[in-house]
């Protein structure tokens, strides 16, 4: 029998907000253990952030490539027909994870943190037992916390097996398909799809909403939706999925009637639920938002000394969410003052162009605050967006008409993700207009537009 180990904190999930939470006490001096049934860094590193943007780079360069061997690029630029070898794209982005991977294990060493690799079944709010490859470990602690992130959403009509794969699956994937159905138009849908799309399959997106990316407003869309166009991707907007037919076809039913779409495989990517299955959780009392983990601005559940970051604790399910959270339970346990209070969390959606959301939408702003200042700049005006072919799309930023306080930031462009940290920092700094529309702004940058749509909103433009 294996030895009992005892530890002052034990996280259960090796995801982002685990294996952060886990160094943050290990370096603060608190004898920790975590707890990883797989891979350390979770589904973000190994099967989803870090994966899907490295095949969407790949994806870019290829099509890049290709739109200089179809046509005299007005860069000058003509290059030979390439071809694509998904199996080295796949061992590349492999590789990435691979190193990722090993820098999360180095951090976690250099903190003194115990890794145990396996299962986790809760017995109680103190104890867990482990079933690792040498037999069942137990695990005691004086604080624990869940951090077992989510897994995909599977459809009753379409379950996962055969040529239905959720995004894990297509990610591994070695072969290109050449007719791709995507169930579901939201962020991963869109993404993938995208890079598909590039790669050369044909790709056709379903979803019972009426738009793409319904989570985002229809302006910032819309220049997703026109690339898609561009890039031959079919839409079956408003339709539902009946299931796969006796001849392989997937059925759906639209407003015109049922259709059936010949699919090589077909992506189910209609959202993520939390992971609190099998776990032994129903042998802890927790109050429960729904599937997620309640819990309050310190991450504490409804037990003393049980603690729930990520993507258990509900939207929105981000990586770096669930890695401040980690932060905050960190240092609460190590007897240092902390709430979780964030008054914005980027949104990023890796699509093409890319788009950025940071605070509530234009219309949720107009009903919190009745009165609003918006500006908003186009590429088409930017002289860095000119250089990079990236004129389509836009920054807005949105204000409170009475004291000009930031309240909104968004945009749709090439290479706007790297505009979220600035977008972060100015709501979260309390920003006013008169602030960023006097800040200078590096030229040429895609940043110049953030300052000319505040210099818009306060009339200066």
């Not at 309240?407 to 700094?429: D, I, P, R």
Request: proline residues 4%; neutral net charge.
């Amino acid at each position: 029998m294996m030895k009992e180990i005892r530890c002052k904190l034990l996280v259960v999930g090796a995801g982002p907000g685990g294996y952060v939470c886990a160094a943050r006490a290990g370096e603060r001096g608190v004898d920790t253990v975590i707890v990883e049934e797989r891979r350390v860094g979770g589904t973000c590193l190994n099967v989803g952030c870090i994966p899907s943007k490295a095949l969407i780079h790949a994806a870019d360069e290829f099509a890049r490539l290709n739109e200089y061997a179809s046509r005299r690029s007005p860069l000058g630029i003509a290059a030979a027909q390439p071809s694509l070898d998904l199996a080295q794209t796949i061992a590349w982005k492999d590789a990435i994870v691979g190193k990722l991977d090993g820098g999360v294990a180095g951090l976690l060493k250099r903190a003194h943190v115990k890794v145990v690799l396996g299962r986790a079944r809760f017995r109680d709010g103190k104890t867990v037992v482990v079933q690792t490859e040498t037999g069942e470990q137990t695990i005691r602690a004086e604080s624990v916390v869940i951090a077992t992130g989510s897994e995909p959403i599977e459809l009753a009509s379409l379950p996962f097996g055969g040529i239905v794969v959720s995004s894990t699956g297509l990610l591994a994937a070695t072969e290109l398909p050449r007719r791709l159905v995507v169930v579901g138009a939201g962020y991963i849908g869109v993404e993938l799809g995208t890079a598909f799309a590039k790669f050369g399959s044909q790709v056709t997106l379903v979803d019972v909403a009426p738009r793409i990316l319904p989570q985002y407003d229809a302006e910032l869309t819309r220049p997703v939706a026109q690339r898609l166009a561009a890039l031959g991707v079919g839409l079956k907007l408003g339709a539902a999925v009946q299931g796969l037919s006796s001849d392989g076809r997937l059925s759906i039913e639209t407003g015109t009637g049922v259709e059936r779409l010949d699919a090589d495989r077909i992506l189910v990517a209609v959202g993520r639920r939390p992971a609190v299955a099998d776990w032994g959780l129903e042998e802890l009392v927790l109050d429960r938002d729904g599937p997620f983990v309640r819990v309050d601005d310190r991450c504490r559940t409804s037990m003393r000394g049980v603690y729930a970051i990520g993507d258990v604790t509900g939207e929105p399910m981000l990586a770096h969410r669930a890695m401040m959270q980690g932060e905050v339970v960190a240092d609460l346990v190590a007897q240092r003052k902390r709430v979780f209070e964030p008054r914005a969390i980027p949104a990023i959606c890796f699509t093409d162009p890319e788009i950025v959301s940071v605070g509530p939408s234009v219309d949720e702003a107009r009903r919190t605050h009745a009165e609003v200042r918006i500006g908003m700049v186009p590429f088409s005006a930017n002289g860095r967006a000119m250089t990079l072919h990236g004129e389509s799309g836009f920054v807005r930023i949105v204000a409170r008409a009475d004291n000009h306080v930031v309240v909104a930031m968004q945009a749709v462009g090439t290479a706007v993700s790297e505009l979220s940290a600035s977008f972060g920092l100015a709501l979260e700094m309390g920003a006013r207009l008169e602030d960023i529309a006097g800040t200078i702004h590096a030229h040429p940058t895609l940043g110049e537009a953030v300052q000319e749509a505040a210099a818009r909103a306060l009339a200066r433009s």
